[in-house]
């Protein structure tokens, strides 16, 4: 039908010629984005009813790992999600780039240095030495880690492998139900840990250039990165969460990255105190906060490797349950009433809204690098947590 046709008369209107440009609508894009992430956000729910009714996360994880056909639904969504919407609007593309920047920062720009540098200046003063020997430089502190190679990254949870393309990262990519053949089949939680290897990096290279499928152990310091990309929320216990990080510890070298980034769609300051909880329990496994940025729609934090080992009583202290997640504390009623709509704001509350974030600081803040980060990925916010600088 013409749109010029009065759609009440079915008669043609005798008017002049003009163009008609169809305005495009995103509503099915959208659509099928909300269908996909019902998928993913069903999977998370399922696991945390059946662990408040049961109980036993390692049985619930156990039957969670040998039900296929859900983990197969579950990896074709995240993939159909990275690929046909994150790209779209920047959420996938700009947590990849994050990791990315830190990386390179870190390990090619000298910030490695700068961390080590200011841990034993920060050392000398807790002991009481003279200036003069706190300024002494120390040789064994690297300019750069690429007199080694390439940075040996692990992509936990990795699905699509979006790592691979970077020629500065010699990546593994390992889940428990890959959605691509360049990413390794492997249980994370039940990965056995081996002694380190005695190899020379071009070794250690080689070595992970020849892994076998699937991965079910690995060396201890055997990576520069390991990146916990929207991992940690997976699952539902916070013990399960403990025990990644504490791997991850074990996994990296010396001086390496943890990368976490975990979904959150509030405002600023709404889990601050999460946050903070989170970092508390990652450094006491000893590691200790490099950056911290919030986007729109989640937290990225990196965190160093700052000793070998960690304490044996880590667990009595309770450090795994502050690894906790806001759903950890719905009940199975509250989970099914996630997806009811929620009534927008009205403009009073937008102005109140607005109003309180005037009160926030223009460029964000980092407290351990002692430099202001700002956001190369158009459409987020970075706003330093004020809760977060607090030592």
């Excluded at 540098?117 to 009481?128: C, G, H, P, V, Y």
């Excluded at 020379?200 to 060396?219: C, K, S, T």
């Excluded at 975990?262 to 709404?270: A, E, G, L, M, V």
């Excluded at 809204?353 to 980060?373: C, I, M, N, V």
């Amino acid at each position: 039908m013409d749109p010029r046709d009065d759609v009440e008369t079915g008669e043609s209107e005798n008017r002049p010629e003009e163009f008609y440009v169809p305005i495009p609508t995103e509503a099915p894009c959208r659509k099928e984005q909300e269908k996909l992430s019902g998928v993913v956000k069903n999977v998370h729910r399922k696991l945390r009813r059946k662990y408040r009714e049961v109980g036993d996360f390692d049985k619930i994880w156990r039957e969670h790992c040998e039900d296929e056909q859900t983990l197969s639904e579950y990896a074709s969504a995240m993939k159909n999600l990275a690929d046909s919407h994150w790209t779209k609007n920047s959420e996938g593309e700009g947590r990849i780039e994050w990791c990315r920047s830190v990386c390179q920062e870190y390990f090619l720009d000298g910030g490695m240095k700068r961390m080590l540098e200011k841990d034993e200046r920060s050392a000398a003063l807790s002991t009481n030495l003279t200036a003069s020997a706190s300024a002494q430089p120390t040789s064994t502190i690297p300019s750069s880690i690429f007199q080694l190679g390439k940075m040996r990254l692990l992509d936990v949870g990795s699905c699509f492998n979006p790592f691979l393309k970077f020629d500065e990262f010699l990546t593994v990519g390992i889940d428990i139900v890959p959605a691509v053949e360049s990413v390794y089949k492997c249980d994370f939680l039940n990965l056995q840990l081996q002694q380190p290897l005695q190899l020379a990096g071009d070794a250690v290279e080689a070595f992970l250039r020849q892994l076998h499928n699937p991965i079910d152990a690995l060396p201890a310091q055997l990576f520069h990165v390991v990146v916990f990309s929207l991992l940690l929320s997976y699952f539902p216990s916070p013990y399960q969460r403990w025990i990644c990080c504490k791997k991850a510890h074990e996994l990296l070298e010396l001086h390496g990255l943890l990368l976490i980034i975990t979904p959150d769609s509030s405002h600023q300051n709404r889990h601050a105190l999460m946050m903070r909880s989170w970092r508390v329990a990652v450094e006491s496994l000893g590691f200790k906060r490099y950056k911290y940025v919030k986007y729109s729609h989640m937290h990225l934090i990196a965190f160093r490797k700052v000793s070998l080992a960690t304490t044996s009583d880590l667990v009595s202290r309770n450090y795994p349950e502050m690894l906790y997640i806001p759903q950890d504390f719905n009940s199975n009623e509250e989970e099914d009433c996630t997806d009811i709509p929620v009534l927008p704001r009205s403009e009073f509350e937008d102005d109140q809204l607005a109003w309180g974030f005037t009160e926030l600081p223009d460029t964000p803040y980092d407290s351990d690098s002692g430099e202001s980060q700002s956001s190369s990925v158009p459409g987020f916010h970075e706003l330093e947590d004020p809760i977060l600088l607090q030592s």
